[in-house]
C-alpha cells in the first residue's frame, strides 16, 4: 500500500508567539500552563501519522483536541507553525498559494458538519455547488452532480427542494456534494455529528456502503469512538492537540495506550469490535477416512480439545466431540469405530468478519465454530471459551493482563448462562 498522506511532526500555535510556546512545549510544558503564561493556544501538537489510499482514516477526541485544526491543515486552510503535510509527495504546508489553490481544487474536498443547503435551488444544483465554485462548465457539473446523486440514492429528487426532503436525505445531498467533485481525498469533519441517533446510524452505513466502492481516502473527525471504531481502517485519538495513540478499532480496544484512551474504550460493545478472526484458532483436523474414533480421542486429549472437525478430503464431513469418541471407542472394545458412525454433521459455520455479538448464540452451543472461506474450506475454528474470555476481559490499562487469567473461567460461565 502506498501512503496517500504523510503527516510528519505538525505543529500549530494560535497566537501571535509561536516560538516561545514551541519552546514551552519543547520542555514539556501542558497546553494549559502554556497558555496561562504565554497566552499562546496549543492547537495541534507533534502530530504524526499516514493514511494509506483507499483508507477511512478517522481522528478521534473531545471538544478542543485539535481535530478541527489538524483537518484545516490538510486542506491548506491553515498553515502548520512547523512541520510536513505531503500529499502524494507534494507537502500543503510550504508549498506556494498556487500549487495548493490546484491541490485544493484537483485533490481534496471537505464535508462540513453544518454545509448550508441553498434552500430556493433544486437538490442538483446543490449537489453541484462544489463544482460550480470551481468553475466547471454547466452541464458537466450537472452530469458529475447526478452521478453523485445516484451514488447516494437521491437521482430521483435532482429536481425537488431540499425543504422536500428529511434530515436524512439532506444529509446525503451534502455527501453527494462532496462526492460531486470526484477529489481523492475527502476530509469530514464530524459531518454527522449534529444528528439524531438513527439517521446518524443510517450515515454512517451508507458512508460504508459507498466507500466499499468509491474507496476514497478519506478522513472522518469524530468525537465520539463508537463512530470512530466503526467506520475507521485506522483511528488516531487526539488528546491537547497531541495523538495519544493511533491503530485499529481492535488494537485500540484491546490495548488503550493510556487512562484518557481506557475511558472511552470502557463503554464499547466488545462484541462489535471483535470478529471471529481475532479469536480463531488454527484447525486442528482428523480424516475421515483413514482416522478412527481412537485416532480422535488421543488427539483431543493431546491438544485438550473438546471437539474435533472431521474432513472428507478438502471438504468439512463433520464434528466429533471428545464424549461421542471417546464413549463409542470404549464401549467397542479391541475394534475401531468409524469416525462417521460418532461424528455430527450438523455443526456452526461463520467466515472471518462476522462479529463476535452474532457468535453467541453459536458459541453457547458448546462446540467449536467452524470459519469458512468464500469457497467454503475451513481456515479455523472459534472455541466458544475463546468468544465469551474475549468479551469479559476488563478494559482496563493497568491490570488487565493479570486480570485476564484469573477472572476467564468464572465470567465464561456467565455469559454462557446470558447469551441462552
Ligand atoms: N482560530 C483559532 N484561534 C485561536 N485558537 C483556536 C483557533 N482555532 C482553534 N483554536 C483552539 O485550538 C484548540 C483546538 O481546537 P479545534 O481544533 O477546534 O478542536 P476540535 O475540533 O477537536 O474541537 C482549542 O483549544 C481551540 O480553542
Ligand atoms: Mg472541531
Not at 122 to 127: D, F, K, V
Amino acid at each position: 500500500m502506498t501512503a496517500k498522506l504523510r503527516v510528519k511532526k505538525v505543529y500549530k500555535i494560535f497566537g501571535d508567539r509561536p516560538k516561545e510556546a514551541l519552546a514551552l512545549l519543547a520542555e514539556g510544558e501542558s497546553k494549559e500552563s502554556i497558555f496561562q503564561t504565554t497566552s499562546q493556544t496549543v492547537g495541534v501538537q507533534n502530530a504524526s501519522f499516514e493514511v494509506d489510499e483507499g483508507q477511512i482514516f478517522v481522528i478521534m477526541g473531545l471538544s478542543g483536541s485539535g481535530k478541527s485544526t489538524m483537518v484545516r491543515m490538510l486542506n491548506g486552510l491553515i498553515r502548520p507553525t512547523s512541520g510536513e503535510i505531503l500529499i502524494d509527495g507534494d507537502d500543503v504546508a510550504s508549498c506556494s498559494g498556487s500549487k495548493l489553490r490546484d491541490i485544493r481544487r484537483n485533490k481534496i474536498a471537505m464535508v462540513f458538519q453544518h454545509f448550508a443547503l441553498f434552500p430556493h435551488r433544486t437538490i442538483l444544483e446543490n449537489a453541484a455547488y462544489g463544482l460550480k465554485v470551481k468553475g466547471v462548465p454547466a452541464a458537466e457539473r450537472n452530469a458529475k452532480a447526478l452521478t453523485a446523486l445516484e451514488q447516494v440514492g437521491l437521482s430521483s429528487w435532482a429536481h425537488s427542494k431540499p425543504a422536500d426532503l428529511s434530515g436524512g436525505m439532506q444529509q446525503r445531498v451534502g455527501l453527494a456534494r462532496g462526492l460531486a467533485t470526484d477529489p481523492e481525498v475527502l476530509l469530514m469533519d464530524e459531518p454527522f455529528g449534529a444528528l439524531d441517533p438513527l439517521i446518524r446510524r443510517e450515515m454512517q452505513d451508507e458512508l460504508l456502503s459507498l466507500q466499499a466502492t468509491l474507496k476514497k481516502t478519506i478522513i472522518f473527525i469524530t468525537h465520539d469512538l463508537s463512530e470512530a471504531l466503526l467506520l475507521g481502517d485506522k483511528i488516531a485519538i487526539m488528546k491537547d492537540g497531541r495523538i495519544v495513540q493511533i491503530g485499529t478499532a481492535q488494537e485500540i480496544v484491546s490495548n488503550p495506550a493510556d487512562d484518557y484512551v481506557a475511558a472511552f474504550v470502557a463503554d464499547i460493545d466488545r462484541g462489535r469490535v471483535f470478529t471471529a478472526e481475532t479469536v480463531s484458532s488454527e484447525p486442528s483436523v482428523m480424516q475421515l477416512n483413514t482416522d478412527t474414533a481412537g485416532d480422535a480421542v488421543r488427539t483431543m486429549e493431546d491438544q485438550n480439545l473438546n471437539a474435533v472437525y472431521v474432513m472428507d478430503g478438502e471438504e468439512i464431513a463433520g464434528v466429533v466431540t471428545y464424549q461421542q469418541a471417546a464413549t463409542a471407542d470404549r464401549d467397542s472394545g479391541p475394534s475401531d469405530v468409524h469416525l462417521s458412525d460418532v461424528m455430527q454433521t450438523d455443526y456452526p459455520t461463520t467466515d472471518m468478519d462476522t462479529q463476535l455479538a452474532d457468535l453467541y448464540g453459536a458459541a453457547s452451543g458448546g462446540l467449536p465454530i467452524a470459519i469458512t472461506d468464500a469457497d467454503n474450506r475451513l481456515v479455523g475454528v472459534v472455541e466458544p471459551e475463546a468468544v465469551f474470555a474475549q468479551l469479559s476481559v476488563p478494559s482496563e490499562t493497568a491490570e488487565s493482563d493479570e486480570a485476564d487469567a484469573s477472572t476467564a473461567p468464572e465470567n465464561t460461565e456467565l455469559k454462557l448462562e446470558d447469551a441462552r
